[in-house]
């Protein structure tokens, strides 16, 4: 009724005796009779505000294009050049594909009327050009080539159906699919007490908060349990125990004071203490940091837009915290401010990176893996190579770990592989082999680990340091 009203005032308005400019089809219109109606027509407009595959266009530019006996049927000589004009709504399934459309928005009458305008009266030269390039479309994307890409797509999705296993975890917002290879599997104290047992030559790195320390404990503090089994296994003169971890290096040496033989990488590995006696080792990477002045005022800018947020600033790093704001909208801008400092910051040399409730902007090279590799390889050139490694972290930053790890202890041309024993913190995906629930589970496994080697070295009795073992 509303199209009728609309057309009438239209055509009052506009027509004359003997002319209608607008002309309502309201019937059946049968298949030849469209088809001169899209092969005539100077100009299409499809502009629905919702859509799902519109396929109008597409017959439209077929019908423009016509065949030799169209063309002799519209009076058209051979080889004259074919135009179609198209005005499509933002909003259809067919707008992202033909790119020789004018594209509106159908809640913008004045930009249609403009679009209409132009399309009417662009040059012959343009309209033929954008016609070819809506052909080039169309007849390249056949009906064989959506079922073959529909088919590529489905194979791709299931390619690892068989040699995944998937689950659901979680709910709301924080629902997830894992898909996990049926390989990774939870690390038991049996197994890997007997390669420790046959080793000699190990090297045990652990990430701190939530591997050691959980994510939810208020004391940030290692408690005395950590510390006691810190101290067991680095008494074993075959240890080599590392924490590493994304934390500055004055907490670290504090919490740390009394495990004196142990190893420490704050802030990613920008620093390295190779035990409590030696001095700090500072990576050498350009010392330039005039990245911080861009990063800070953007966090600052997060900041106050997100209650309970703060700047935490590292000798190498800036961190944006998020876990005390409230966690979806924290979760949000989180993601926001990570492309946000992307792209601010795509000329310096450094990365933008997610963590746990956290953003962290840190120089490039400035990795969990890049310590790794330092101590194995080091270890490897003091001609004794690791027959036993242990890495275990909950985060994203301890998947570097993992890889390198493994990377540098295959690569290298050792006699024989080493044990090695690559550990997340929970189920999720991640380069790890085995994974442990919790904190509760790690250190039960260190515990397990120390008392093998109480068991061992009381009967030997020898204390070498670590100094002398590296
Ligand atoms: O490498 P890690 O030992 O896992 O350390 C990573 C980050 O640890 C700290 O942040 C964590 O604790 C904060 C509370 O103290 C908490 O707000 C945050 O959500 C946790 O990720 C540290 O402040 C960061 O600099 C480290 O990168």
Not at 240 to 251: E, L
Request: proline share 5%; net charge negative.
């Amino acid at each position: 009724m509303e199209t009728y009203t609309i057309t009438k005032r239209i055509n009052d308005t506009f027509g004359f005796p003997g002319y209608e400019p607008v002309v309502l089809i309201d019937r059946h219109v049968p298949f030849c009779e469209k088809t001169a109606y899209y092969a005539f027509a100077e100009c299409c407009i499809v502009n629905a505000v919702r859509d799902g595959m519109n396929l109008i266009p597409y017959k439209y530019i077929v019908c423009r294009q016509g065949t030799p006996k169209m063309d002799e049927a519209l009076g058209v000589a051979p080889g004259w050049r074919h135009t179609s004009t198209l005005v499509v709504s933002e909003f259809t399934g067919c707008s992202p594909s033909l790119s020789g459309a004018i594209r509106v928005n159908p809640w913008d009458i004045e930009a249609v009327s403009n679009a209409l305008n132009v399309a009417i009266n662009m040059p012959d030269l343009e309209k033929q050009l954008r016609h070819e390039k809506h052909y080039r479309y169309v007849s390249s994307h056949d009906i064989a080539y959506w079922a073959c890409s529909f088919m590529q797509d489905l194979t791709r999705a299931c390619e690892y159906h068989y040699s995944k296993r998937c689950w659901g975890i979680g709910f709301g917002l924080n629902f997830r699919i894992l898909s996990l290879s049926p390989s990774f599997r939870k690390l038991s104290n049996d197994y890997i007490i007997t390669a420790y047992k046959r080793t000699s030559k190990r090297a045990i790195f652990l990430d701190y908060d939530g591997t050691v320390v959980a994510q939810t404990s208020i004391p940030k503090t290692p408690s005395p349990e950590v510390i006691s089994v810190l101290n067991n296994l680095c008494s074993d003169p075959r240890n080599n125990v590392f924490i590493v971890s994304g934390r500055g290096k004055k907490s670290l040496s504090d919490w740390f004071a009394q495990c004196e033989n142990l190893g420490i990488a704050a802030e990613h590995g920008y620093f390295l203490r190779w035990s409590g006696m030696s001095d700090w080792e500072t990576r050498s990477l350009a010392a330039d940091f005039d990245w911080k002045n861009t990063a800070k005022p953007v966090m600052k800018l997060y900041t106050e837009t997100t209650d309970g947020s703060y700047i935490e600033t590292k000798e190498s790093a800036l961190v944006w915290h998020h876990e005390d704001a409230d966690p979806d909208f924290g979760s949000c801008q989180a993601k926001e401010l990570l492309d946000h400092l992307e792209n601010v910051l795509a000329n310096d040399p450094v990365v933008v990176k997610r963590g746990q409730n956290i953003v962290e902007v840190k120089p490039q090279g400035v990795t969990k893996g890049f310590v790794a590799e330092k101590v194995l390889s080091l270890m490897i050139a003091n001609g004794k190579p690791p027959d036993f490694v242990l890495c275990i972290g909950d985060d994203r930053s301890d998947e570097d770990m993992f890889e390198s790890m493994s990377n540098t202890a295959y690569g290298s041309s050792l006699a024989s592989a080493p044990a090695i024993f690559a550990c997340t913190v929970g189920q999720k995906p991640s380069k790890a082999r085995y994974y442990l629930d919790d904190t509760v589970d790690v250190l039960a496994l260190l515990q397990c680990l120390a008392d093998a080697s109480k068991s061992k070295s009381s009967s030997t009795e020898t204390q070498v340091s670590f100094d002398n073992f590296v």
